[in-house]
């Protein structure tokens, strides 16, 4: 065999060793394990309004409807399908009490099944009265008519200090706040805002009250003139704090229509 074909049988052979090398060498083939599905997330069907409902919404089958929900997210409050199946005929005709969200879930506490029930009797909590209120239609004794229901309010009262009107020859005028936050229930006949309306014009506001207010805003209105001061929606349910007061013997003299603060002994 002539020397060339030697060589090239030699590398050919030691080619295939180091092929046969390298073959041997590789890693063995990882085996990799598909991960376990999730399991699946257990759930059950609550009450949820449908869309957003105001206070004093009557409910039909259009209000409410059954959505599912996380059983571990489940709170005792709500109501949920597997126990009471018939719930939405059961909430026909209840009035909404205080507002919901899309979405959110009916809660009983929030709701009245009041049959029969007119809309602010239903509204009203338990213990509470409900007094109406004279107010000027243009707004001059309701922030200028932008007062509206579920905002907070002071009562001011202003009456003539007979007295004193007496001793000076001048009408002579007290102003003196009598109540502090208090809820509105409604401006007129209004108890919600309709499409979106900022001003709700009325010749009364009903308040929401507790007996001993009710006898003292009704003896207010008889012995002078009303007015309601809008509250921020920062301070509604917070307790006043101390304000400073002008002295007991600052009051307001009318003359000729013209108001005017003095001090009188």
Partial sequence: MKPARLIVAGV????????????????????????????????????VAKRELPMGTALTENEVTWAKWPQDLVASTMIQRSARPGAIEEFKGAIIRQSFFANEPIREEKVIKGSGSGFLSAILPAGKRAVAISIDSRGATSAGGFILPNDYVDVITTRRDADASMRAGNDIYQSVTVLTNIRVLAIGQNIQEKNGERVVVGETATLELDPVQAEQITLQQRSGTLALSLRSMADANKPDEPRARASGNSLTVVRFGVAQEVTHR
């Fill in 12 to 47: 050919a052979g030691l080619a295939g060793l180091l092929a046969l090398i390298m073959f041997n060498r590789q890693p063995a083939p990882v085996v990799v394990t598909a991960p376990a599905p999730p399991e699946a997330v257990k759930s059950t069907e609550i009450l």
